[in-house]
């Protein structure tokens, strides 16, 4: 009991925790103990869906987002298509390729962070760090708005209320993680694998129809013309268009560093199963990018940026009330059919996938936030797990930064997507450069021929990494940065400020608060104990606080009574004589009616004459059963206790008073056999991350 408030605090919590439990374990389920977090690690099967849907759900946007670009050169600039989804299949098994080293060399879950932090110091980590979190709630904006848009051709109750949609789709998903990765994992994957069939099913039948039955295949914009933003590029501008649509296009590579940052959660031999996991999920991704992007070419689909301006049919703008439906639906259409049961199949399939897509920034946020306040960077509370051992305060902390980006940009994709990629290039970027300088390190150590060649091998891959992935970073800079990166790159700059300030803190804190050494005044003990028992009338709580400092054998005991009602004054001096309270009683005047200030100064005083000495305040105070009961109680002691933690060398103490209704609270609370005290399996043993862990080729 820490100044004698912990009752009041814990039964005032005990009141109101009563009245969000149940809907709590309704909605999230029944707390588990900390030392069943192993059973909450997932499979390859379940963790695929979990880490890998955000850059399987890409398929759905990414092939959508390089035709829009380079539909501003009209039709004819289509046929770039199939060499930028080249470029994009070779950047991506780079990148599997690199990150599995990652996977192996770090499994600790620090992923890009880690890397960064270890070999290039801290504020290379801090940038990675800042650059992840920004892509994270990107992810899940982009993810839900691109969903919600899926779904609105379909449901126009959907279209009409875009963000409302958006936005409930964010809480229910933020409720499905809070029930804990492995559970929502399960929920996901029928989806998520549903969707991955689907498109394989619909390359293998396109394949099929167009080359065995030789059959012609149109989207139902195969027949519409594009009336292009600038005709005839050439030379530096269709370069840059281009690049632009292959940065565009590298919106499929968003998630991948998911997978390194969660290789705690896999099971045992976990850097082996979360390597196994990445380069299926990159060989799936890469495969459906392909296979639409080719579909797309054969069915003649089109796009354009501004369809309601730029899109004719007939001879004829098709209007501000047409609706542009995504590649992958118009593919689906043309091949299945519409209205076919495979293409209705699909579509829901891909509408949510989409939502679920967030689940990989749902999982990666959280992780990173706890390793982030282990390391000072974040509030410590970040740090703590929930009730069903996931990271809750993260997971309702990305929810809250994604849903605010849906509201701000009214859940429109095209202008979010714009914000997309910069940091995940970043990061890929610098943890790459981190892992040529890890080899490089071990390297210099180790003797061993084979261990060398293995290392040798990682390094090359990770350097080619390193300057493949820094070009594009390069190029999605140039080319997206006055189309919305800028923002992004302002939301880096924030976290990186906010997360150093932090830091600064807590390092001040500890250094402040470190003990020393040799004596100081925090460990001589005080000359003497002054103690002052607050006294507004005499009743029950009085005479126990009075009896309670009587005990203390403090050197100095008074009461001290605060004068703003003459009459009552008057009445408690009489009282306290009659009763023979042999404790002196002092009033202090308030010709203002206040009843802190005088009390402040008072003790003030006390200190002031002999600093030496130490104050201690107590306090009488009720202890109510009910919330609303706790409004009526306790006001004035509550602002007292405030201003006198500002006041050096006075200690506060509560002296607890059971009312009846306390009583009854205490015997509601023991007939919930299930219930879990606040805090109860918040904190657990923290599993160290080795600064250097073992490396594996």
Not at 326 to 344: C, K, W
Not at 517 to 539: A, F, G, N, Q
Request: proline share 5%; with cysteine; hydrophobic share 45%.
């Amino acid at each position: 009991m820490v100044g004698g408030r912990a009752p009041i605090r814990t039964l005032t919590i005990l009141c109101v925790s009563k009245l969000t439990d149940v809907p709590k374990r309704i909605l999230i389920g029944r707390a588990l103990r900390s030392d069943r977090l192993g059973e909450t690690l997932l499979p390859k099967r379940i963790a695929l869906p979990v880490f890998a849907s955000d850059p399987l759900s890409s398929v759905a946007y990414a092939p959508g987002e390089v035709l829009l670009v380079l539909s501003i050169a009209g039709v004819s600039a289509y046929h770039f298509s199939p060499w930028i989804a080249v470029a994009v299949v070779v950047l991506m098994f780079t990148v599997v390729a690199s990150y599995r080293q990652n996977v192996h060399a770090y499994p600790s879950g620090g992923g890009d962070y880690e890397v960064a932090n270890t070999n290039l110091g801290p504020k290379a980590g801090l940038t990675v760090a800042s650059a992840l979190l920004v892509d994270y709630v990107l992810t899940v904006a982009v993810s839900i708005s691109s969903g919600i848009e899926n779904l609105g051709s379909a449901v126009p109750f959907v279209v009409e209320h875009k963000v409302l949609c958006a936005v409930a789709v964010i809480v229910l998903l933020t409720v499905m993680n809070l029930r804990g990765v492995k559970e929502s994992g399960k929920l996901f994957a029928i989806p998520t694998y549903v969707f991955v069939v689907g498109v394989f099913l619909m390359i293998a039948w396109g394949a099929f129809r167009g080359i065995v039955l030789d059959e012609t295949m149109k989207a139902p914009t195969a027949d519409y013309e594009i009336k292009p933003e600038h005709q005839g590029l050439a030379g530096f501008a269709l370069v840059f268009l281009l690049l632009r649509a292959f940065s565009s296009g590298c919106a499929a590579l968003t998630g991948v560093e998911a997978i390194s940052n969660g290789v705690p959660a896999f099971r045992k031999p976990k850097s082996k199963n979360a390597a196994s996991t990445l380069a299926l999920m990159g060989a799936l991704a890469v495969t459906m990018f392909c296979g639409i992007i080719a579909l797309a070419m054969t069915t003649k689909v089109r796009m354009a940026e501004n369809p309601a301006k730029d899109l004719f049919h007939n001879g004829a703008s098709v209007g501000a009330d047409y609706v542009q439906n995504p590649v992958i639906s118009q593919v689906a259409e043309a091949v299945f059919g519409n209205g076919s049961f495979l293409f209705i199949v699909l579509a829901a399939a891909t509408a949510l996938v989409l939502f679920l897509a967030a689940n990989t920034a749902y999982n990666g946020f959280p992780l990173l936030g706890s390793i982030l306040a282990q390391d000072r960077y974040l509030p410590r509370q970040l740090h703590t797990r929930g009730d069903r051992l996931a990271f809750s305060n993260g997971i309702v902390l990305l929810a809250g930064a994604a849903a605010l980006l849906v509201v701000i940009y009214g859940a429109d994709s095209t202008r979010l997507i714009q914000l997309y990629i910069v940091g995940v290039f970043v990061s890929f970027t610098l943890s790459q450069i981190g892992m040529v300088r890890h080899w490089n390190r071990h390297l210099r150590k180790e003797k061993d021929q084979a261990k060398r060649r293995r290392m040798l091998r990682s390094r090359a891959i990770n350097t080619f990494g390193a300057f493949f992935t820094g070009l594009v970073l390069i190029v999605v800079l140039v080319t997206k940065f006055t189309h919305g990166a800028w923002v992004a790159l302002l939301g880096m700059v924030i976290f990186y400020a906010t997360m150093s300030a932090i830091r600064r803190h807590y390092d001040r804190v500890a250094e402040e608060i470190a003990a020393p050494e040799t004596p100081s005044d925090d460990s001589v003990r005080p000359s003497r104990v002054h103690s002052i028992v607050l006294v507004s009338k005499i009743h029950r709580p009085t005479l126990r606080a009075l009896a309670y400092a009587k005990l203390m054998r403090s050197d100095t005991l008074e009461a001290l009574s605060i004068n703003v009602d003459p009459a009552e004054t008057k009445a408690l001096r009489a009282e306290w004589e009659r009763r023979g309270i042999t404790v002196p009683l002092k009033i202090l005047d308030s010709p203002y009616r206040e009843i802190t200030r005088p009390i402040i100064e008072y003790v003030k005083g006390l200190r002031k004459e002999s600093p030496r000495d130490v104050v201690s305040v107590i306090i009488p105070e009720y202890v109510v059963g009910h919330w609303y009961e706790h409004l009526l109680h306790n006001q004035s002691a509550l602002r007292l206790k405030g201003r006198l933690l500002f006041t050096p060398g006075v200690m506060v103490t509560s002296v607890p008073y059971q009312l009846d209704s306390s009583e009854a609270a205490k015997k509601r609370a023991r007939k919930r056999s299930e219930w879990n005290a606040p805090g109860a399996v918040r904190r657990g043993p923290v599993e160290k991350r080795p600064k250097e862990p073992t490396n594996k080729a």
